[in-house]
């Protein structure tokens, strides 16, 4: 593998690490919760993005706001 791959994949990591600690504090985790999701994020960032991501649907369904049913 070259440099430039191991930077994309920092910088994708980065940014996902960013993305997962706002989705965090927007499902009203706290703080110490937050860094654990950016962390997640930083090292797999896959499952942590579909995690939240359920666990978001999951909190919507229960206000009523998702359509759909399981």
Same mark, same amino acid.
């Given at each position: 593998m070259e440099s430039t791959d /191991?930077? *994309? /994949? !920092? /910088? *994708? !990591?980065?940014? *996902? #690490?960013?993305?997962? !600690?706002?989705?965090? $504090?927007? +499902?009203?985790?706290? @703080?110490?919760? @937050?860094? +654990?999701? $950016?962390? #997640? !994020?930083? +090292?797999v960032p896959p499952v942590a993005l579909l995690a939240l991501y359920v666990r978001h649907i999951r909190q919507l369904r229960k206000q009523g706001e998702a359509g759909g049913r399981l």
């Open positions: /191991y930077v *994309t /994949y !920092g /910088y *994708t !990591g980065l940014i *996902t #690490a960013i993305i997962c !600690g706002k989705w965090a $504090m927007e +499902l009203s985790f706290s @703080q110490s919760r @937050q860094l +654990l999701w $950016m962390v #997640a !994020g930083l +090292l």
